[in-house]
Antibody, heavy 118, light 108 residues
Framework: QVQLVQSGAEVKKPGASVKVSCKAS????????LHWVRQAPGQGLVWMGL????????SYAQKFQGRVTMTRDTSTSTVYMELSSLRSEDTAVYYC???????????WGQGTLVTVSS | EIVLTQSPGTLSLSPGERATLSCRASQSVDSSYLAWYQQKPGQAPRLLIYGASSRATGIPDRFSGSGSGTDFTLTISRLEPEDFAVYYC?????????FGQGTKLEIK
């Protein structure tokens, strides 16, 4: 069965970076783009960007340009999202989700809580 | 960027009642690439509807979606206790992908 399993919760200080992983299984890793969506406490869903696991190309939301980097490791079917220069407003649950062109997000990871606090 | 506005913000209904949730887009959504998700506390969103009106695998037929262009609706015909949650619409036809702010469906 399709699974997206994310790394565990993180606590970071302002100005630091965090790297969250998302390990895919149960399907052909390179057949689906993987996206990152975040949700601040009590707030809605915000799209951060995507990575094409096949070639590694990325596209980031303007809001996160310059601070986010998405990478993948095809040998382990894992994608990574690194967010730098963390501030308190980055405290959120970060989700990975898979998608193909013209389709919605059909599977999501369980989410990773990132807390930014001094 | 396509802005999605959901209404109402909160909907208070009783089990067995009909729920109607609205999602309005700031510009036309390409090819009805509009989805609805349900989210319960502590869980990831779950896909309910895609292509504005197609139910995702395993979704009960009490959930239905309609609309095109800029106006979309999610209808739950007879509310079950497990339906009380937050619902989000999303457009996935153009970048950046965007979500509505959510409608909280609560028990009256």
């Amino acid at each position: 069965q399709v699974q997206l399993v994310q790394s565990g919760a993180e606590v970071k200080k302002p100005g630091a970076s965090v790297k969250v992983s998302c390990k895919a299984s149960g399907y052909t890793f390179t057949s689906y783009y993987l996206h990152w969506v975040r949700q601040a406490p009590g707030q809605g869903l915000v799209w951060m960007g995507l990575i094409n696991p096949s070639g590694g190309s990325t596209s980031y939301a303007q809001k996160f340009q310059g601070r986010v980097t998405m990478t993948r490791d095809t040998s382990t079917s894992t994608v990574y999202m690194e967010l730098s220069s963390l501030r308190s407003e980055d405290t959120a649950v970060y989700y990975c989700a898979r998608k193909q062109l013209g389709t919605p997000f059909d599977y999501w990871g369980q989410g990773t809580l990132v807390t930014v606090s001094s | 960027e396509i802005v999605l506005t959901q209404s109402p913000g909160t909907l208070s209904l009783s089990p067995g009642e009909r729920a109607t949730l609205s999602c309005r887009a700031s510009q036309s959504v390409d090819s009805s690439y509009l989805a609805w998700y349900q989210q319960k506390p502590g869980q990831a969103p779950r896909l309910l509807i895609y292509g504005a009106s197609s139910r995702a695998t395993g979704i009960p037929d009490r959930f239905s979606g309609s609309g095109s262009g800029t106006d979309f609706t999610l209808t739950i015909s007879r509310l079950e206790p497990e339906d009380f949650a937050v619902y989000y619409c999303q457009q996935y036809g153009s970048s950046p992908l965007t979500f509505g702010q959510g409608t909280k469906l609560e028990i009256k």
